[in-house]
């Protein structure tokens, strides 16, 4: 069935540091894709999203692209900030429109 | 314009209690979903509603577990009984329409603890 790895967390990093969540996804079919953030005591939201082979979602200086070949949609951001420690989730939408989920990678960024 | 509001936040229960959760979804959206979310894992899709109908409840423990949305706005979700491991926190989402080009907006979620 159609499923979604991410790396474990807890990701933890430096200030200005350079920023990659792997996620790869098995499905049937060309899935959308999307990154989730969940910052403490919020809700998820949507953080990017791409439709296609090779298109790239972009959003808050976070980017990642769909790739086929690889079934892979990497997350990335050059510089991260304090303000970007959250739990952030990859996830697929299927045939019928259901996302289906990653586990989550925790990213914890210090001063 | 207000988010997905849900309540209540937290909850504690002895098991074998009943327990409702309540969802009033962004004004105009159509498609209402219920997701669980157990802790370290991601959401899991419980329940979707198109307006009125559920369209899709495969995930939904139905001997357990029952969902209504009656006029197509507010959602309710109810467990009885609960079981210990039905501690989760319950999502509650909606989007304009199902397609995947339409983003599901979530609420903050409510915990369940069961003791």
């Known amino acids: 069935g159609n499923s979604v790895t991410q790396m474990e967390g807890p990701v933890t990093l430096s200030e200005e540091a350079f920023l990659t969540i792997n996620c790869t996804y098995t499905a049937t079919g060309y899935p959308s894709l999307f990154w989730y953030v969940q910052y403490p005591g919020e809700g998820l939201q949507l953080l990017l999203k791409?439709?296609?082979?090779?298109d790239k979602g972009s959003n808050k200086g976070f980017e990642a692209t769909y790739r086929k070949e690889t079934t892979s949609f990497h997350l990335e951001k050059g510089s991260v900030q304090v303000s970007d420690s959250a739990v952030y989730f990859c996830a697929l939408m299927d045939s019928s429109y259901k996302l289906i989920f990653g586990s989550g990678t925790r990213l914890l960024v210090r001063p | 314009e207000a988010g997905v509001v849900q309540s209540p936040r937290y909850k504690i229960i002895e098991k074998k209690q009943p327990v409702a959760f309540w969802c009033n979804p962004i004004?105009?959206?159509?498609?209402l979903y219920w997701y669980r979310q157990n802790l370290g894992q991601g959401p899991e899709l419980l329940i979707r509603?198109?307006?009125?109908?559920?369209?899709?409840d495969s995930q939904l423990p139905k001997d357990r577990f029952s969902a209504e949305r009656l006029k197509g706005v507010d959602s309710t979700l109810k467990i009885q009984p609960a079981e210990l491991g039905d501690s989760a926190v319950y999502l509650c989402a909606s989007s304009l329409s199902r397609t995947g080009f339409e983003t599901q907006y979530f609420g903050p979620g409510t915990r369940l603890l069961v003791l």
């Open positions: 509603y198109e307006n009125e109908e559920a369209v899709d």
């Open positions: 791409a439709t296609k082979a090779d």
């Open positions: 004004s105009g959206h159509n498609t």
